[in-house]
């Protein structure tokens, strides 16, 4: 079986609310890319975690889905998918409660209720979407 491995680097200074982060890949996409307390919690500069995951699921399920589409005979023009991250304070820290797909599909010859269909599989089917431990919704329209 084949296997992919990638890697990320996180640095981080001080204090959990005062102290500041940044985030590298390989790839160089990320090269010092900051990252905090205001960024995560507030309104501020840089990025964080969770709009990263909203950013990865939001790629992997439109992947999956030119796929899920393509090999069912109808190769979409586009896809345009918006990730929607909800984290929940609970008892004891946060949690990454659901993500909310929603999709715009152009594929031209195919029904909805098909279209449906592999969207729904390539919901289900996405690695990121298996990783997640979260409510998965989502709203996928033919356009």
């Known amino acids: 079986m084949a296997q992919i491995k990638r890697h990320a680097t996180a640095k981080w200074q001080g204090s959990g609310k005062d102290g500041s982060g940044s985030l590298t890949t390989p790839s160089g996409t990320l090269k010092d890319t900051p990252y905090g307390?205001?960024?995560r919690f507030e309104t501020g500069t840089g990025t964080n975690p969770e709009e990263l995951i909203a950013a990865a699921h939001a790629g992997c399920f439109s992947m999956a889905a030119a796929f899920q589409l393509s090999g069912a005979g109808h190769p979409p023009e586009t896809l345009d998918c918006d990730a929607d991250l909800t984290m929940e304070q609970i008892?004891?820290?946060w949690k990454i409660a659901a993500i909310h797909l929603t999709l715009k599909a152009k594929v031209?010859?195919?029904?909805?209720?098909?279209?449906?269909?592999?969207a729904?599989?390539?919901?289900?089917n996405c690695p990121v979407s298996k990783l997640l431990n979260a409510d998965i919704t989502?709203?996928?329209k033919l356009v």
């Open 108 to 118: 031209p010859g195919l029904e909805d209720a098909k279209f449906q269909e592999l």
């Open 91 to 93: 008892p004891g820290g």
């Open 37 to 39: 307390f205001k960024s």
């Open 120 to 124: 729904k599989g390539a919901k289900e």
């Open 138 to 140: 989502l709203d996928a």
